[in-house]
T-cell receptor
Framework: DAKTTQPTSMDCAEGRAANLPCNHSTISGNEYVYWYRQIHSQGPQYIIHGLKNNETNEMASLIITEDRKSSTLILPHATLRDTAVYYCIVRVALSPSGNTPLVFGKGTRLSVIA | DTGVSQDPRHKITKRGQNVTFRCDPISEHNRLYWYRQTLGQGPEFLTYFQNEAQLEKSRLLSDRFSAERPKGSFSTLEIQRTEQGDSAMYLC????????????FGPGTRLTVT
């Protein structure tokens, strides 16, 4: 079962920042927070991941609280193409067997509105 | 890098028939995953391979399901005696140990069992 809780849906005006929250209160010390998104009729796409420090890449920023029990994905200037379902996933990155499968919840459906 | 490809993209079959799906991962990726996604849900893990070895199977993978990855390249997922409950999107993903944080997903095969 997914170890994360996300709002079912959110709206965001085009050009504004989209802030997507995620609760993961039972996260373990060796678990990372990952974000993927799934645009309609496509496979999921990796966005970003982090352990405890804030992370930024060309797509988004990830803010993780100090106690690691929650995080926020930030899309700084949302566009219509960012309309998708966003999944927050916690996952052990360095298990003995290497890459573990992803456990998806239902995610947050983000609608970017013109 | 041509991405992960899946074939066919759509399959309609009658209950009781057997179906087989193919996944071609990114060429240098040694890990390959199968997921299933039903409407309104996030993808659910089915099974995964490291090279040609099948390392893990989900309890969702009933005896009617079988997956192979001969020679550690492409993979096939076969469903025998299909049931209406098998109707779903079947997603394949691949990753390499050098970029272990990211799984690259294919576009999926949508199965409809009538």
């Amino acid at each position: 079962d997914a170890k994360t809780t996300q709002p079912t849906s959110m709206d965001c005006a085009e050009g504004r920042a989209a802030n997507l929250p995620c609760n993961h209160s039972t996260i373990s010390g060796n678990e990372y927070v990952y974000w993927y998104r799934q645009i309609h009729s496509q496979g999921p796409q990796y966005i970003i991941h982090g352990l405890k420090n804030n992370e930024t890449n060309e797509m988004a920023s990830l803010i993780i609280t100090e106690d690691r029990k929650s995080s926020t994905l930030i899309l700084p200037h949302a566009t219509l193409r960012d309309t998708a379902v966003y999944y927050c996933i916690v996952r052990v990155a360095l298990s003995p067997s290497g890459n573990t499968p992803l456990v998806f919840g239902k995610g947050t459906r983000l609608s970017v509105i013109a | 890098d041509t991405g992960v490809s899946q074939d066919p993209r759509h399959k309609i079959t009658k209950r009781g028939q057997n179906v087989t799906f193919r996944c071609d991962p990114i060429s240098e990726h040694n890990r390959l995953y199968w997921y299933r996604q039903t409407l309104g849900q996030g993808p659910e893990f089915l099974t995964y391979f490291q090279n040609e070895a099948q390392l893990e199977k989900s309890r969702l993978l009933s005896d009617r399901f079988s997956a192979e990855r001969p020679k550690g390249s492409f993979s096939t997922l076969e469903i025998q005696r299909t049931e209406q409950g098998d109707s779903a999107m079947y997603l394949c993903a691949s990753s390499s140990d050098s970029t272990s944080y990211e799984q690259y997903f294919g576009p999926g095969t949508r199965l409809t069992v009538t």
